[in-house]
């Protein structure tokens, strides 16, 4: 059982930046690819970015491309997605996730999510 808490969400404006942090519980955090998606009202939730247990391998939308960056620190169980230039679009509840494999799919725990808001 692996749990996640994200924090660092908040309203920023657009061009702006944020960094989402997402704590995982237990020993076994290197063992877990990790991913982040994201939710917006009215929408179904999307694949954002992925990053495998060894940070090794990672896997990026074509929308957040060049934009994202997902990074993990194993010794401190969390998993980071840096957020640059930032677009209203990018509005949107935002979730990690733990999978056995990195994948833009299959995920067996998830996260309570952090709100990003971007607008002016």
């Known amino acids: 059982q692996v749990q996640l808490v994200e924090s660092g969400g908040g309203l920023v404006q657009p061009g702006g930046s944020l960094r989402l942090s997402c704590a995982a519980s237990?020993?076994?955090?290197?063992?877990?690819?990790m991913g982040w998606f994201r939710q917006a009202p009215g929408k179904e939730r999307e694949f954002v970015a992925a990053i495998s247990g060894s940070g090794g391998t990672t896997q990026y939308a074509d929308y957040v491309k060049g934009r994202f960056t997902i990074s993990r620190d194993n010794a401190k169980n969390t998993v980071y997605l840096q957020m640059n230039s930032l677009k209203p679009e990018d509005t949107a509840l935002y979730y990690c996730?733990?999978?056995?494999?990195?994948?833009?799919?299959?995920?067996?725990?998830w996260g309570q999510g952090t709100q990003v808001a971007v607008s002016s």
């Open positions: 237990g020993r076994t955090f290197r063992s877990y690819a």
């Open positions: 996730a733990a999978g056995v494999v990195i994948s833009t799919t299959r995920y067996d725990y």
